[in-house]
């Protein structure tokens, strides 16, 4: 994409975020927006067309005008200050699919550049799915490919996770966001447990493994954005 476009984007961006962030156009694997410092970074890649920078930019938009910094810092901490990596994995999906909703809400003009810009994902291969049955994924990763690619992929889910996704759909707030996070984090230890136990059980035949063994959901799969 020419500096030009860079340049137009970049000021868009700005003014769709009603503030003077900075935007910076690097050789990263995905776009990100810096809380803190107030900073849109964007990748710069191969073959980028107008619908896919949009994605980007109004992705990353939505954080910057719905995600609260400290509140973004306690709900991937714990009380001693640990950095906790995996629910921070399973927040930004959550929270992505809130902001984009929110984003589009705002700017309609997005939603057609937004779906767009996903099936070129696809048919990339982006997210690394063509080749896998996406269903035996774990919850936050159906999640994650049902909010952003659910039109070109069929994902499917049980009674329960619909009633989690009704919620999501309906989550308009931060708080709403991390309650859900914890549910679907917690949802996902106890399947991974659960599963565990069944493999154990048919490869060694070996009783039950006592209740409270910990195991830990995998993170989720790849972000064009966070």
């Known amino acids: 994409m020419s500096v030009n476009i860079q340049t137009s984007k970049s000021l868009l961006a700005k003014l769709l975020a009603a503030e003077n962030i900075t935007v910076s156009h690097q050789n990263t694997k995905t776009a990100y927006f810096d809380l803190k410092s107030r900073t849109l970074v964007c990748p710069v890649w191969k073959d980028m067309d107008g619908a896919l920078y949009d994605l980007l930019m109004g992705h990353e938009v939505g954080h910057a005008l719905n995600t609260p910094e400290q509140g973004w810092h306690s709900a991937i901490h714990d009380d001693n200050g640990k950095r906790l990596k995996k629910f921070k994995g399973f927040l930004n999906v959550i929270e992505d699919a809130r902001i984009e909703k929110l984003v589009k809400r705002k700017f309609p003009g997005l939603a057609k550049s937004f779906a767009a810009a996903y099936k070129s994902l696809y048919d990339r291969d982006f997210f690394g799915i063509k080749n896998i ?7 936050i990763d159906r999640i994650n490919i049902r909010c952003k690619l659910g039109n070109h992929i069929p994902v499917t889910f ?4 619909r009633e989690i996704l009704a919620d ?7 708080e709403e966001v991390v309650e859900i996070s914890s549910r679907v984090f917690d949802y996902c230890k106890q399947k991974e447990q659960k599963d565990k136990i069944t493999r154990q059980q048919k490869t060694t035949n070996q ?13 989720p799969l790849r972000h064009a954005a966070s």
């Open 168 to 174: 999501l759909d309906k989550a308009e707030t931060w």
């Open 158 to 161: 049980n009674d329960e996770e």
């Open 207 to 219: 009783p039950t493994p006592k209740a409270g063994r910990k195991t830990r959901p995998q993170p």
């Open 133 to 139: 049955d996406v269903n035996k994924l774990n919850l």
